[in-house]
């Protein structure tokens, strides 16, 4: 602070202070050599800061440098994603970089690495760096669940979990993938189809057959853009009416469900529906609101023992059958 003496010199000998009595001014001098002082050090605090990079005040931190390995604890998992982006696990990689990865992953057949071996995936951590992904696949593993993490892939479209024998939930984060359009979860351990899933706005296709399901949930009316949903051979025994709010369904696979014995008596207001499969279940009779399905063109009723013949009434010959 040089400039303090200096201050002090042209205060004391201003004109407009001749007035001033002795003690205000040396109370005034040391006050507003202060406040300039405070003000030259700001600005040259700001100066600083901003040729740095930096906000006022703050610290910008380093990220911590990553390997995939780092990245995704499973080195199964690893390796598959150092693959898909043509380097090894071992290499370093930064965030932007797997946010940046805008293809396909399939993770069902870990590569292998020249220093480490694959083994079985059996943790998806780390997923939620792949912001960018598209299609993920990941069958034939040992996969239980899903990380919450999941949400992080805002552009993903189609999820593929099919033969994952160990999975038995997924978690309710699924419901915020807003591109998702295909999920694919049959031959799993699948227990229950998270309501939040009803949340998916795009998706158009859902397949859980051969799993533990016992019910769709109510919510399922909300999926507005489904146009084939398949949960054959699963526990399911009765459905829900919010699934007549499915208009643009198209397939409608709900075979193998042996205590399933009646449907939903709205069931004709699936009218874009072409293809509606009862094979092997234990209905008792067709709505007549189906008479509306002006598009349907395939109706199988087989080895429904205790089907009444009277839907030969309402609906067109080439779909009669028992």
Known sequence: MAFCPLFREVILRSRR??????????????????????????????????????????????????????????????????????????????????????????????PGDETESAGEIQDLTGIGYLKGMTEFAVYKNGVTTLPPEIKELKNLRVLNLIKAYGLTSLPPEIGQLPKLEELHAPLTELEAIPRELC????????????????????????????????????????????????????????????????????????????????????????PKSMAKMKKLESLNVYDNFKLSESYKSFLPKHLWQK
């Open 199 to 286: 949340n998916a706005k795009a998706l158009k296709l859902l397949d859980v057959s051969t799993t533990r399901v016992s019910k769709l949930p109510r919510e399922i009316g909300r999926l507005t853009t489904l146009e084939e949903l398949d949960v054959h051979s699963t526990a399911i025994t009765t459905l829900p009416d919010s699934l007549c709010n499915l208009t643009n369904l198209k397939v409608l696979n709900i075979s193998y469900l042996p205590h399933l014995t009646k449907l939903p008596e709205n069931m004709g207001n699936l009218q874009n529906l072409e293809s509606l499969n009862l094979f092997g279940d234990d209905i008792r009779t067709l």
């Open 17 to 110: 202070t001749r007035d001033i009595p002795l003690k205000m001014k040396q109370l005034l001098v040391p006050a507003l050599a202060a406040l300039l002082g405070y003000w030259t050090i700001a600005s040259d605090g700001a100066e600083a800061n901003a040729s740095a990079g930096k906000k006022p005040g703050s610290q910008q931190q380093e990220q911590p440098a990553l390997t995939y390995y780092s990245a995704f604890p499973d080195k199964g998992f690893a390796q598959v994603v150092a693959h898909a982006l043509g380097k090894k696990a071992s290499d370093a990689v930064t965030r932007d970089e797997l946010a940046g990865f805008t293809g396909s992953i399939d993770a069902s057949f870990p």
